[in-house]
């Protein structure tokens, strides 16, 4: 859906989410400059292992590694190919990592959360043999016929997921209370993402999102197109112009020397109170080419949940319900994007609320913090 409406070449520069490099590796094909930030420094560590295992291995050793999650090849090569390269927080966490981490698709609480429900669940309510035909590489139109025929257990295991899991288990996720409010007017969010990955996406041939999940690892004619050797060469070239930035987006977008032309911002806006998405916005008009700057984002939300982002005079992109969707996550309500020269208006930041007069006796103090208690 992104590269449909960048059109990226070698001018432009975009501000992401590093989360764990797919996204900023995908940009580096096309020969943007990226800066990738994020406040989990256990996504810069993975993402900076990706940038210098591209710079120094060949494509098969990459493939072993960050698809099939051989750890044992890993351990092999880090300490004497890839850990001279590594920023030395990298280090300090991957000293660790390589021995403790099994996979990469099923590490961290989002990857454990999909062990439980791809690896578990899904087979105890006899959705087993999903695993095993993609396995056997079956045909998309057989496989739909049998899994049409487990309506009743994909209504059973979808009702779990969205009274029991979605409620209780986005928290372990490290999904916050405020994105999952955008949605739950919504009685069935769960089940119409099943709807969409199994009959509106191709589970075999393209929908690398899912049948990763399901199977452990990617296929090499379904996987990220970072993890496709026609790509490698690409990733190789342009690899110098991937930027990691640990921190809030606020300090990369205030720490640039170049504008950047695209922000894709994923969905992180939905965890944002309206002040903080104010002020977002306000920094990154100062940094963006105001003639090419585009600003996208997806949401839980069924609309633009933020006046601040609808003075942007967005667009959707298309919808996961649409008859031709590219969209094969499913998981977002709507994706939006916008011309930041359609913007007729001027971001400020917000004037903060007046502190308390100064220089109160001690009666006032007390009873104020008794106040706070």
């Known amino acids: 859906m992104d590269h449909r409406v960048f059109n990226l070449d070698e001018s432009d520069h975009i501000i992401t989410i590093a989360s764990a490099g797919c996204n900023a590796l995908d940009y580096i094909i096309e ?57 030395p927080a990298s280090a300090e966490f991957w000293d660790t990592g390589i021995h403790t981490i099994k996979s990469f698709m099923y590490s961290g609480t989002s990857g454990n959360m999909s062990y439980v429900l791809f690896r578990i669940l899904f087979p105890l309510f006899g959705l087993g043999f999903v695993r095993n035909e993609l396995l056997k590489n079956t045909p998309r139109a057989e496989l739909l016929d049998m899994i049409s025929k487990k309506s009743r ?65 990617y296929k090499p004619d379904n996987a990220p197109r970072y993890l496709r050797k026609e790509n490698y060469a690409k990733l190789q070239k342009y690899i110098g112009k991937l930027k990691l930035v640990h921190g809030t987006m606020l300090d990369a977008i205030d720490n640039t020397d170049k504008p950047f032309t695209i922000a894709s911002l994923l969905d992180h806006m939905d965890w944002m109170t309206e002040g903080q998405i104010n002020e977002e916005m306000c920094h990154l008009f100062q940094h963006m080419d105001l003639e090419k700057g585009k600003i996208f984002w997806r949401t839980f939300a069924d609309d633009v949940h933020s006046a601040s982002l609808q003075w942007l005079n967005p667009v959707r992109v298309g919808h996961a319900d649409d008859e031709d969707s590219d969209d094969r996550v499913g998981m977002y309500w709507t994706t939006w994007i916008a011309n930041t020269k359609d913007c007729k208006v001027n971001y400020d930041e917000r004037v903060p609320k007046k502190k308390a007069v100064e220089g109160g006796n001690l009666i006032g103090d007390l009873v104020t913090g008794a106040k706070i208690v």
């Open 153 to 217: 257990s994909i209504r059973a295991i979808a009702w779990l997921m969205d009274n029991i899991m979605l409620r209780g288990g986005c928290c372990f996720a490290g999904v916050p209370e405020r994105q999952m409010n955008l949605g739950m007017h919504r009685p069935n969010n769960l089940a119409l993402v099943i709807e969409r990955v199994f009959f509106k996406s191709d589970l075999v041939n393209d929908n690398y999102f899912y049948s990763g999940y399901f199977l452990g690892y």
């Open 31 to 87: 020969g943007a400059a990226v800066t990738a930030v994020d406040f989990n420094l256990c996504q810069i560590a993975l993402t900076e292992l990706k940038k210098v295992a591209i710079q120094t291995v060949e494509f098969e050793v990459f493939f072993e590694i960050f698809s099939k999650s051989n750890m044992d090849l890993l351990k092999d090569i880090y300490p004497t190919t890839l850990r001279p390269h590594l920023t």
